[in-house]
């Protein structure tokens, strides 16, 4: 019983902590795209995964545990990659 108590301690722990960014990006119209904003914003630090949905023009970028992504840099790799912010949620 203890090691279930730990673990679910553990676990809620890890959620608490992560971070969720939503940025609505302009511009976006196919795959190469994606794979620009993918590999600009990915290699941020901090970011644990990212995932842009092309259809909504949504990209959302999950934190490692414990860290967080700044919004302004996110906001500036999506600029460099030749796109334009127009809304970021964090949650």
């Known amino acids: 019983m203890k ?5 679910v301690a553990v676990f809620w722990m ?8 939503k940025v609505s ?3 976006m119209v196919c795959a190469f795209c994606v794979q620009g904003i993918e590999r600009n914003v990915g290699g941020l630090p901090g970011v644990k995964k990212i995932k842009v949905d092309l259809d909504s023009h949504l990209v959302t970028i999950e934190s ?3 860290e ?6 996110v906001k500036k790799a999506i600029a460099d990659s030749g796109f ?3 809304k970021i949620e964090e949650k």
């Open 3 to 7: 090691k279930v108590i730990l673990f």
């Open 14 to 21: 890890g959620i608490a902590n992560a971070q969720t960014l």
């Open 25 to 27: 990006v302009n511009g």
């Open 64 to 66: 490692k545990d414990g």
């Open 68 to 73: 967080k992504v700044d919004a302004e840099t």
């Open 84 to 86: 334009n912010v127009t």
